[in-house]
């Protein structure tokens, strides 16, 4: 083979030359790293009308949270999620194992609820209620005050470490930690309840999982809040992901309205916009910087963006300033912006709340008509029937009576069938959460056994509390004959 000759396999080098040096007269394509160090996210701490209310919503779920635990329902925690004993205590009611379809159902109608919101108001959930959000927007309102403002925070991030940036970051970390520290505490006081928790917190007698979940609740709130922040929601939310499938062109978002801020730039403000030639916007990139995501929101709508409305109050107040109408950058639609008008309700909005409120009805009837009474019903066995002396068919059975009430009851224990069943009334109590076994025997005489319709007849087992008759539970199983 010639040396001008060469194979069409030989690979190229970054520079254009293939291996054996010959120029190919092609440019390479260039690659890049998929891997980009996370910029600091200096936020900086805005005023106005939607951070006013992110702020009241902030404070009240704050404040619902941290009393929770220490509020009471007739002597007991008014949420207790007892897991040693199987057992959720929530505002009167106790539901153990057996409900869980009813919790299933309680998550199947919140998640209802998100869809339904996300199709009107997009993600204001995001940006007014979320955990990561309510609690990062409070660290940051820490970091704000011991530090100071952005431009103060940004100032010390670059400055060496004296005495003063020392004492400040630990000041803030120290706060950090005692925040996540009474974040943990909570928590782990639904679980345990929170004055028995803090006895054992304060005579060091916690118990392994205890002490394990206040550790790592705390850890997970630090790290959540000041470290990842925002890679949070724009990495590891899956809201971020899938809630661009439930928008239409009816959704509310943040929009930029860009036929009005077009062209963007520095101008004076004694001179108007429109002699310039230029649009609002003066490009002063205070919505950037407010934004805890660090998205240009002028770029149009983004998956990072959780709709918290700083950049909406960053902006007006330029606006203002600047002697121009507010709302540049404002809660819109993209039929809005394209200045074509609504259509309507829209059909899957309608489909979503239809389900909701049918889900909800449905829930509602279901929780209002609980009876906190079980009856599992266990045949014998060993022998489906046994014969007696007389000619008569005798079945024996097990009554598993649970008492999922707070209180415990006197019991009255009926059994009838469609044949006639020798068996008197019984009274047995059970105490609250008890689980009571009752060995039941039932006789069926010849005469009844001759004169049955079949050889599996059903038999009915009622289970009636003595001092409420609404408080009672029928369950339905077979009595055994023997063949003819």
């Not at 022998?383 to 415990?408: A, C, F, H, P, S």
Request: charged share 20%; aromatic share 12%.
């Amino acid at each position: 083979m010639s040396g001008e000759q060469r194979s069409s396999g030989e690979a190229k080098t970054a520079t254009g030359r293939s291996s054996a040096g010959v120029e190919t007269g092609r440019p390479l394509p260039q690659t890049s790293s998929l891997y980009a160090k996370r910029k600091k996210i200096q936020m900086l701490w805005v005023n106005g009308r939607f951070q006013s209310l992110r702020r009241y919503v902030l404070t009240l779920l704050v404040l619902f949270f941290y009393l929770l635990p220490w509020l009471s329902w007739d002597g007991r925690p008014l949420v207790w999620l007892n897991l040693p004993e199987r057992k959720f205590m929530i505002v009167g009611l106790i539901f153990w194992p057996q409900d869980f379809i009813l919790l299933s159902w309680l998550l199947i109608i919140s998640a209802f609820s998100l869809f339904c919101f996300t199709v009107y108001a997009g993600r204001l959930w995001c940006g007014f209620a979320c955990p990561q959000t309510v609690w990062t927007l409070l660290y940051t309102w820490v970091e704000y005050v011991v530090e100071g403002n952005r431009n103060q925070r940004i100032k010390l991030d670059r400055s060496p470490w004296t005495t003063n940036k020392v004492l400040r970051r630990g000041a803030k970390h120290f706060i950090w930690l005692l925040l996540a520290a009474s974040i943990s505490f909570t928590c782990v006081g639904i679980f345990t309840p929170i004055r028995e928790l803090g006895r054992e917190v304060l005579s060091l007698e916690l118990s392994f999982a205890e002490a394990f979940w206040l550790i790592f609740i705390a850890a997970l709130s630090y790290v959540f809040s000041t470290g990842l922040r925002e890679q949070v929601c724009i990495y590891m939310c899956p809201y971020a992901r899938f809630q661009s499938v439930m928008f239409d062109r009816d959704t509310l978002i943040i929009s930029y309205d860009e036929r009005r801020g077009e062209p963007r730039g520095k101008r004076r403000r004694s001179i108007s916009a429109e002699a310039q030639g230029m649009g609002s916007c003066v490009d002063c990139d205070l919505c950037v910087n407010a934004c805890p995501t660090g998205i240009d929101i002028r770029d149009g709508l983004q998956a990072a963006c959780i709709a918290c409305a700083a950049c909406i109050d960053a902006c007006d107040g330029v606006m203002t300033r600047m002697g121009y109408e507010p709302g540049l950058i404002r809660y819109s639609t993209e039929n809005e912006l394209s200045g074509v008008e609504k259509r309507g309700v829209s059909p899957q909005l309608v489909g979503y709340g239809v389900i909701l409120v049918v889900m909800i009805a449905l829930f509602s009837y279901a929780i209002s008509h609980r009876i906190p009474l079980e009856l599992d019903i266990i045949r014998d066995r060993n022998r489906l029937y046994r014969e007696t002396y007389d000619g008569g068919v005798e079945n024996v059975y097990t009554l598993k009576i649970i008492n999922m009430d707070q209180i415990g009851h006197d019991f009255r224990i009926k059994a009838h069938g469609e044949i006639p069943l020798g068996y008197d009334e019984q009274m047995v109590f059970v105490d609250s959460g008890e689980v009571f076994s009752l060995p039941l025997h039932l006789v069926a005489t010849a005469k009844q056994v001759s004169d049955a319709p079949s050889q599996n007849v059903g038999v009915a087992f009622t289970v009636q509390a003595e001092k409420n008759s609404s408080f009672s539970v029928t369950e339905w199983s077979r009595f055994i004959l023997p063949a003819r």
